[in-house]
């Protein structure tokens, strides 16, 4: 027999009893009965039209349909431990990413999916969901007001970042594993378009960068609306398609979305974007998080929702990514500027802006 594991019967069963709208002890019944037939087949509704190996081995696969574009848990994500599993699992590893993050710092979901374990392991203070991705995330050191069980949307606040913990400097260790796979740990970074990277020193730069059509190093973020930095009304902006949880100014947002797809058909995956708007309690966080490499409060080109920080690959100097989207941005309104490339005062890969 299949074995299912317990969160994914709750999961199974919370949401069947919400789409039947229950009101009565008959459907009540009926819905238990459904729930427990599929514990013991382990074939979800939506996968009993598929049959024959292709099936199978996709619902084995503990990597399956890993997404990339999840919002980070802390916006401006920054790894400072990187994912180092043991090889054999009884051995002595770090099995998952450390990030920088201050006491207090709200801690927000990457996608949506239910509170499956709050209280504390080994002395530390633990939050561990279930997404409805049927992947497990533990956040430590962080604490929940939810409920176990109790659901969540993306970007909503799940908890806030404790203290304590591994790290010699203040920060939020998150681990990850598909339920599918027993425990088997994997790296949480590849959910944010954060895979493991480093900017190319510069006698490695390529001799002549790629210029794309209406190209420009001047900013393209700033005032605009008559609204304040950082204090933009959400019915001012709109949320952006390819990354949950983002918002950019309406014209941003389409252009960005656009530009995206384009990226999407080239790479195989939509551009994963880190952060996007920045409200003014959020570059107050960062500035106490990152010091003086942070804008003053009030400051962010974020601050404007013109701004973006961008991962996959493209938050590196010199990869395919990174050159495309060099040869390509601008032609949708998006500019890598000049501050920002690898001669420019404060290189940064990551950093786009629209200027339309």
């Known amino acids: 027999m299949p074995h299912i594991p317990l969160d994914r019967f709750r999961q199974l069963f919370r949401l069947r009893a919400r789409r039947s709208s229950l009101g009565s002890p008959q459907s009540l019944l009926l819905a238990v009965i459904v729930a427990a037939a599929l514990v013991l087949t382990g074939t979800p509704p939506e996968a009993s039209a598929a049959t024959g190996p292709a ?18 848990p802390v916006p401006a994500m920054e790894v400072i431990t990187a994912f180092d599993p043991p090889d054999q699992p009884w051995l002595t590893g770090h099995r998952g990413i450390d990030v920088l993050a201050v006491v207090g710092e709200p801690l927000r979901a990457p996608t949506g999916g239910t509170i499956r374990f709050a209280g504390t392991v080994a002395g530390t203070a633990t939050v561990s969901i279930l997404t409805e991705s049927d992947h497990v995330l533990t956040f430590q050191p962080a604490a929940t007001t939810l409920n176990e069980d109790e659901d969540f949307k993306t970007g909503e606040q799940i908890g806030t970042v404790g203290a304590g913990g591994h790290c010699q400097r203040s920060c939020l260790h998150i681990g990850a594993w598909p339920t599918a796979s027993e425990k088997r740990y994997i790296d949480p970074g590849k959910f944010f378009g954060q895979e493991q990277s480093a900017l190319l020193p510069l006698s490695r730069k390529p001799a002549k960068e790629p210029r794309g059509g209406g190209d420009s190093t001047a900013s393209g973020a700033g005032a605009w609306g008559g609204h ?40 195989g995956a939509p551009i994963s974007v880190t952060d996007a708007y920045r409200d003014y309690a959020t570059q107050v966080i960062l500035k106490r998080r990152k010091g003086r490499m942070a ?61 339309k």
């Open 55 to 72: 099936s199978i081995s996709a619902h084995n696969d503990p990597h399956r349909s890993a997404p990339t574009n999840w919002l980070t």
């Open 228 to 267: 304040r930095n950082g204090r933009i009304p959400a019915s001012a902006m709109c949320a952006l398609e390819s990354a949950p949880g983002q918002m950019l100014r309406c014209d941003a947002q389409a252009a960005f979305d656009r530009l995206s797809t384009a990226f999407e058909t080239r790479f």
């Open 295 to 355: 804008a003053t409060p009030g400051t962010s080109n974020h601050g404007w929702a013109l701004a973006v920080d961008l991962g996959g690959g493209i938050n590196s100097f010199g990869t395919a990514q990174h050159q495309w989207m060099r040869a390509n941005a601008p032609k949708f309104g998006w500019i890598h500027p000049g501050w920002a490339r690898q001669t420019g005062s404060l290189p940064e890969p990551w950093h786009w802006e629209f200027r």
